[in-house]
Structures are given as C-alpha cells and as structure tokens.
C-alpha cells in the first residue's frame, strides 16, 4: 500500500467517525445508527484479531500450545478487572510475553 492511500483511508475513517459520533456537529443520525456506530470498533478488532489468534499458516491452531489464544483470554479478564488502560495493556503484554516464554 502507497502512504497516499494509506493516509486517505485514515483522513475518510476519521471523517466518518467525527462527523456522524462528535456532538457538536449539526448532523444528527438516528439513535439505532448512533448506537450500531459505537460497536464498530470492537467488531473490526475482532475480525482483525480472531485469525490471528485462531489460525497459523492457514491452518487452525492447536488450543493447548496457543499463547495467543491464552493472551486473548488473559487480556479480556486483566481489562475486565482493571478497567485502567495503560496499566491493562502493560499487564496483558506482561502476560502474553510470559505465555509465549513458558509455551
């Protein structure tokens, strides 16, 4: 990918979310819109990371050798319980750097 294209998608996804998500803009969407909006995110990061997790060289990974896999659960219980980001996201790759060591 050239850094034209590159800095495109990222100018028309920030316009996309600050024009239709920012409450000082005059544009006003339907409230079931609004809400469908504040789940894109978590449903991109889980398409972007369910094959990592899942899947190595096209093939399924095995679920008792997986570190990424038990990251994955480890980071959901860490941020669950902290609900503190910085310290969640340091604590998980803490986490996932010691799985991957053991493993």
């Known amino acids: 990918m050239s850094w034209t294209l590159l800095l495109a998608l990222a100018a028309l996804v920030f316009f996309n ?19 469908a909006l504040k789940y894109s995110a978590p449903c991109l990061l889980t398409a972007i990371c369910g094959p990592i997790i899942l899947l190595h060289d096209g093939a399924v990974r095995g679920m008792a050798d997986n570190p990424y896999l038990y990251g994955a659960v480890a980071g959901v219980v860490i941020a669950a319980r902290l609900r503190h980001m910085v310290l969640s996201v340091l604590l998980i790759l803490g986490v996932f750097y010691l799985i991957s060591w053991l493993l």
Do not use: A, H
Request: aromatic share 10%; hydrophobic share 55%.
């Open 17 to 35: 979310r600050y024009v239709f998500l920012e409450p000082m803009v005059p544009v006003r969407l339907p409230v079931l819109l609004r809400e």
